[in-house]
C-alpha cells in the first residue's frame, strides 16, 4: 500500500500576477461556495494539508490558523483561507505545510518581460502565442467568473486544461534565436520552483497511511503531478474522482 496525494488546481480568489486571473467574487459568495468545495475535498480524507505558500511563512499562516480554530480571526479573501482552514479543520489537521519556493525571481525576466519581447522582436510567434494559448486561456478565466467555485475547480482539474495551461510553457522555450535563449532563464526558475514544491511534498510523507492533499494554483498542477508520479513512492489520485 502507497501514500495517496491529491493536487487540485485552484484560481488564486484574490489578486494575483498569472497569466490570467479570473475576477473575484465577493467575500459572501466565496465563503458560501468555498463551504461546497470543502465537503467534496473532504471525501479525500486528507491526513495532511498542504498549500501555495512559502516556508518561511508557515509560522505566520498556523498561527492565523490556531485562531481560526478558535473562532478569532477575520477570514481574508484567498483560497487558503477560504478552503484550506475549513478542510484542515473539518479533517482534524493541526498544522498546515507551505510547500511553495520563490527564489529570487528578479534575477530573471519575468513572464511579462517574455512575452513583451516576443511582441517585439518575434511579431509571429508573439501572434500565435496570443491566438492559440493565452487569449483561449483568457476566454476560458472571464466564463469562471459565472461559475460556482466548485464548478470552476472542476474545469480546471479536467485533464485538457491542465495540458493546455502547460503547453503554453513550452511555446516560451522557442522565444528567441540561434543562441538567444530569451525564455529560458524563467523557465528554468519555474521548473525549480515546481521541483521544489514536489520536493516538499515528497517531505510530508512519513507513512503508507498518509494521504496529502495539494491545493495549488492550476498552471502547477501537470508539473508536480508528473514529479509525484515519476517518483514512485505515492499513488497520485485522479482530481475528477474527487471533484465529479
Known amino acids: 500500500m502507497k501514500p495517496k496525494v491529491l493536487v487540485i488546481g485552484v484560481y488564486h480568489f484574490g489578486e494575483t500576477t498569472d497569466l490570467t486571473k479570473v475576477e473575484p467574487k465577493s467575500m459572501e ?34 498561527e492565523r490558523y490556531a485562531a481560526y480554530l478558535a473562532g478569532d480571526v477575520l477570514l481574508e479573501k484567498n483560497e487558503i483561507d477560504l478552503v484550506g482552514f475549513p478542510l484542515a479543520k473539518q479533517a482534524a489537521i493541526q498544522e498546515i505545510s507551505c510547500v511553495d519556493w520563490m527564489g529570487d525571481i528578479s534575477d530573471y525576466a519575468e513572464l511579462g ?41 472542476r474545469r480546471l482539474n479536467h485533464p485538457k486544461v491542465v495540458r493546455d495551461m502547460h503547453e503554453v510553457y513550452m511555446e516560451f522555450t522557442m522565444i528567441g534565436k540561434e543562441k538567444n535563449y530569451y525564455a529560458t532563464d524563467w523557465l528554468t526558475w519555474w521548473y525549480k520552483r515546481n521541483l521544489i514544491i514536489y520536493t516538499n511534498m515528497r517531505r510530508l510523507i512519513t507513512s503508507p497511511q498518509d494521504r496529502v492533499l495539494l491545493l495549488i494554483g492550476s498552471g502547477h498542477v501537470h508539473l508536480v503531478k508528473q514529479f509525484l508520479r515519476e517518483s514512485g513512492v505515492c499513488d497520485v489520485v485522479d482530481a475528477g474522482e474527487v471533484l465529479n
Open 113 to 153: 518581460d517574455v512575452l513583451q519581447y516576443a511582441e517585439e522582436h518575434e511579431p509571429e510567434r508573439y501572434q500565435h502565442l496570443m491566438r492559440h494559448y493565452i487569449e483561449p486561456m483568457q476566454q476560458e478565466a472571464s466564463e469562471m467568473v459565472n461559475l460556482t467555485v466548485l464548478d470552476a475547480f
Open 29 to 62: 459568495e466565496f465563503t458560501s461556495e468555498s463551504h461546497e468545495v470543502v465537503q467534496v475535498l473532504s471525501r479525500f480524507n486528507p491526513t495532511r494539508l498542504a498549500v501555495e505558500a512559502v516556508p518561511e511563512n508557515s509560522v505566520m499562516l498556523n
